[in-house]
């Protein structure tokens, strides 16, 4: 089966992006800027108000598929503050739908992580290589 590429994002309580990264292919590296991110931008945001409406119908943080748009499928986690994690796969990780959900849960924790450094401001852009590295370290370990 050929690599596939991933579209992460972390939207905040305005439903603004707070961070976002596509990632694919075996190295588990950050992809270049595609010709696709504003329509991933556009689906991610396009499946928040059934992110929304999943979320007063679950009790669980991890809520699965909430979406398809053509051959994009959005999975969405949570937290218990309001944020949502996306993210968008084309086909399921080799890990499955067990791999995705400890993608989205290793990458809440390290969120939480950043959130205990006073210099940053809940809800503004992560601008943090270190964060962007551990991301990727997850993604690697979790879903490539």
């Given at each position: 089966m050929a690599s596939s590429?991933?579209?992460?994002?972390i939207v905040g309580h305005a439903d603004q992006v707070v961070y976002e990264v596509e990632l694919g292919g075996s190295t588990g590296q950050t992809v270049p800027a595609s010709d696709n991110r504003?329509?991933?931008q556009f689906i991610a945001h396009a499946a928040l108000d059934l992110v929304d409406e999943a979320m007063w119908r679950n009790t669980t943080t991890y809520l699965k598929q909430v979406d398809k748009f053509n051959e994009w499928t959005v999975s969405a986690y949570v937290t218990a503050g309001g944020l949502r994690f996306l993210f968008l796969?084309?086909?399921l990780p080799r890990t499955g739908e067990d791999g995705l959900k400890n993608f989205l849960t290793e990458v809440y924790e390290t969120y939480v992580k950043l959130l205990l450094n006073p210099f940053y401001v809940p809800d503004k852009p992560i601008?943090?290589?270190?964060?962007?590295?551990?991301?990727?370290t997850i993604a690697r370990k979790c879903i490539l």
């Amino acid at each position: 089966m050929a690599s596939s590429n991933y579209y992460f994002v972390i939207v905040g309580h305005a439903d603004q992006v707070v961070y976002e990264v596509e990632l694919g292919g075996s190295t588990g590296q950050t992809v270049p800027a595609s010709d696709n991110r504003h329509l991933n931008q556009f689906i991610a945001h396009a499946a928040l108000d059934l992110v929304d409406e999943a979320m007063w119908r679950n009790t669980t943080t991890y809520l699965k598929q909430v979406d398809k748009f053509n051959e994009w499928t959005v999975s969405a986690y949570v937290t218990a503050g309001g944020l949502r994690f996306l993210f968008l796969y084309e086909h399921l990780p080799r890990t499955g739908e067990d791999g995705l959900k400890n993608f989205l849960t290793e990458v809440y924790e390290t969120y939480v992580k950043l959130l205990l450094n006073p210099f940053y401001v809940p809800d503004k852009p992560i601008r943090s290589g270190a964060f962007d590295k551990k991301v990727q370290t997850i993604a690697r370990k979790c879903i490539l």
